[in-house]
């Protein structure tokens, strides 16, 4: 059984050669660019693979994503049609976005970029906010990550919303679903936080008519893919002030381009994709379990849904 491994440095691809090989004894394991006989390839394990890499292989029986999101996979334009497309997920990944999302909706409730201003000038300046039930979060996707950050929200004491494609309940949640009851959802959420996948479907939804939905001084947390967010209309909203702060972990151009305005931009924190990163080991061992998995039954847990985008 051969897997071909790739991800867009060099080092990260050996490294990740190294340790699905050791977890897959009797199997072998190379850098997709080493592979000679591309007709041996049974499954590819990748991040950001590039344009026509999948379509080399003509026995391909499974693509892996090292991540939660298949987006990068899907964005291959001669990606062979019907090659089931496995996620890595778990509860490494969700625990981390928890934290993240817990983290950056408290720093915005409690003002800390005005405090933090404050401490600059040496002002002392008493910020006084709501209690956290007078506040709404609204999560926008309630899958493996959306629903553990609204969950989290909750147990702070906020007021938690999300919406879905589909029909929820989530004990302290108020849930909303569809293009039906979005408007619903948005009035009123003070901090909106994105945990969608990037289909057509939701690619540029934090938008300029999204945000205008939303109730003076909210503040954005994009945690899910850059072009969820149309980075001028932010700019724009930030500028005129109906929007307060934004935190921003994923953008169209990764790395952020050093002269990107969002960089300088007093109102917008940015962190480099690190809300949720998977751990390397644990996510290994997950890979290496499903591709054990779906080669002894033909499927595993973790399958995405091509055709949905997600
Ligand atoms: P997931 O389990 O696939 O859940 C996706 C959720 O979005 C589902 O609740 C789905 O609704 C909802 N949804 C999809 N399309 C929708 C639409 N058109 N309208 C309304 N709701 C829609 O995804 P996940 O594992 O939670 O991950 C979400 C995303 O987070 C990933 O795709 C990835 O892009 C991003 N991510 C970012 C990081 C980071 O470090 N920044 C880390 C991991 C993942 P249904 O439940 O009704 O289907
Ligand atoms: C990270 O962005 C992921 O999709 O897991």
């Not at 509860?91 to 970029?113: F, G, K, S």
């Not at 009035?187 to 003076?216: K, Q, S």
């Amino acid at each position: 059984m051969t897997v071909a491994v790739h991800l867009p440095l060099a080092e990260k691809t050996d490294w990740w050669v190294k340790v699905l090989q050791e977890r897959l004894p009797g199997w072998t394991v190379e850098s997709m660019s080493a592979v000679a006989k591309p007709e041996d390839v049974s499954y590819a394990v990748v991040w950001r693979p590039r344009t026509g890499d999948m379509a080399r292989f003509p026995n391909l029986k499974a693509i892996v994503s090292i991540g939660a999101g298949i987006d990068h996979v899907l964005a291959d334009e001669q990606l062979p049609l019907g090659v089931p497309i496995i996620r890595t997920v778990g509860a490494d990944l969700t625990q981390r976005m928890r934290e993240y999302v817990a983290l950056h909706v408290l720093r915005h409730h409690r003002d800390m970029p005005r405090q933090l201003r404050a401490q600059a000038e040496r002002d002392w300046h008493a910020i006084v906010v709501p209690v956290a039930p007078n506040r709404t979060v609204g999560v926008m996707g309630l899958g493996n990550l959306g629903a553990a950050a609204a969950t989290t929200v909750a147990g702070l004491g906020f007021s938690a919303r999300g919406w879905s494609r589909s029909a929820k309940t989530i004990p302290g949640v108020d849930t909303y679903a569809g293009a039906d009851q979005f408007d619903s959802f948005l009035a009123g959420c003070d901090i909106l936080v994105n945990l969608l996948p990037l289909t057509d479907r939701t690619a540029g939804v934090l938008n300029a008519e999204l945000f205008a939905r939303l109730p003076a001084g909210a503040c954005i947390i994009n945690c899910a893919r850059g072009p969820h967010l149309v980075d001028d209309d932010l700019l724009a909203a930030l500028d005129s002030g109906h929007i307060k702060q934004a935190t921003l972990d994923v953008f169209h151009q990764e790395p952020l381009p050093a002269d990107h305005p969002f960089w300088g931009h007093p109102a917008i924190t940015v962190t480099p994709h690190v809300a949720s990163q998977i751990d390397p080991l644990t996510g290994a061992g997950l890979i290496a379990a499903n591709l054990k998995t779906f080669e002894e039954t033909g499927t595993c847990e973790d399958l995405a849904d091509a055709a949905r985008g997600y």
